[in-house]
């Protein structure tokens, strides 16, 4: 979940080609009892502000950076301040980052458009055609005015000079690497190693501990258990419910990382494979790395796989609990307990810092 999100300057507007591959098969539906992306403090424009300031004068705006201020949220890990049981006060005025949702785009050498895929109004069936097959085709359904927004908000931003400097970026962040191994295995290929890694580990993706703040959580809804945020405690995760005026209404409970690779059912296994595949097709992969940097002496594509392997384990481990909260958890991971487990990483991991720009 983004928490808060800077915004360009518009002082110097680009026209580029969105890259819209990846919406390609996926159908949306918000879910009235969700709420889950308005527990976040939204970038505004000083535009934006005004018309949001007409309706509320005293609406609280927190201090933002580059022209943008942010709409403060309730309290410590709260919804939006226009959130008003779930829902928003302000829907015909909202935000840019509150319209386009659940798209996102990524710029790096391109603009590329990608989905938030915690969101629970997407179905996450489209990713099947990620593992190993030719991807989905057609376009996505329920995401036009996200689509067209995005459209807008791309004609107000300086993405053409964003593209220049991600060009020459890329050219010098690449050195930082060994030479690439590509040309003798391609790193789709390769993707089937990064799927058998039998101890999971999370990597950079472990959740911070709730003392750190609810607002540090990953969150996620689930129809049984409402929003929830995912900490680390001493015996495994912890899931907080949140409360949307801020603060926690409590533990549902804490739940053991499982020991070793669970059991995936056929579907469960293409599933996390198609998700997977999903994510080495965005761009955003490639550019949280570059903010990263080399992690030893391998080659970009063995640290890209490294991160494909971490974000895996996430998943199960993340599945793992959320399952075990609703249910008592499963001996098998089917399609239930991986989207699950999709659900509760997929905005935390794009999250990660890019030397990119999201728009
Ligand atoms: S997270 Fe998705 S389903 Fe939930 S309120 Fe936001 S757009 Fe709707
Ligand atoms: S402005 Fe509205 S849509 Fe945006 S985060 Fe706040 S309540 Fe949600």
Known sequence: MRRSKSRPDASDRGAATLDVALLSGFRFQCRP?????????????????????QIEPEAPMDPGDGGYRFIAPQGEGGACHFLSANRCRV??????????????????????????????????????????????EGPPLGLKSELAMVHLEMGR????????????????????????????????????????RSVPDPGSLVPPPRSDGLDSLPLLFDPGLGRVGLAS??????????????????????????????????????RLRGYLGYCLRRDSLTWQRFAAGPRGTGT?????????????????????????A??????????????????????????????????
């Open 233 to 270: 405690g001493t015996d495994g995760l912890e899931l907080w419910r949140l409360r949307e005026s801020g603060g926690d209404v409590g533990e549902v409970g804490s739940y053991p990382v499982p020991q070793g690779e669970p059991a995936l059912d056929e579907a469960g296994a293409r």
């Open 300 to 324: 970009l594509e063995d640290d890209l796989l490294r991160d494909l392997a971490e974000l895996r384990a996430a998943v199960l481990i993340r599945g793992s609990a959320i399952s075990m």
């Open 33 to 53: 009892d969700c709420g889950l992306c308005c527990y976040a403090s939204p970038a505004v424009t000083v535009v934006e502000q005004r018309r949001l300031l």
């Open 157 to 196: 931003s300086p993405v053409g000079e964003w593209i220049g400097e991600g060009m020459r970026l890329d050219r010098v962040l690449r050195k930082r690497w060994s030479p690439s191994l590509e040309a003798t295995e391609s790193i789709e290929r390769r993707l089937a190693a990064a799927m058998s």
């Open 91 to 136: 829907h015909a005025l909202r935000p840019f980052p509150c319209a386009e949702y659940p798209l996102l785009v990524h710029v790096g050498s391109r603009p590329q458009a990608t989905l938030v895929l915690t969101c629970p109004g997407l179905d996450l069936s489209a990713l099947d055609g990620y593992a190993g097959g030719p991807a989905p």
């Open 326 to 359: 609703t249910g008592g958890g499963v001996a098998t991971f089917g399609v239930t307990e991986i989207d699950r487990g999709i659900r509760a990483t997929d905005a935390d991991w794009l999250d990660r810092r890019t030397v990119g720009r999201i728009l």
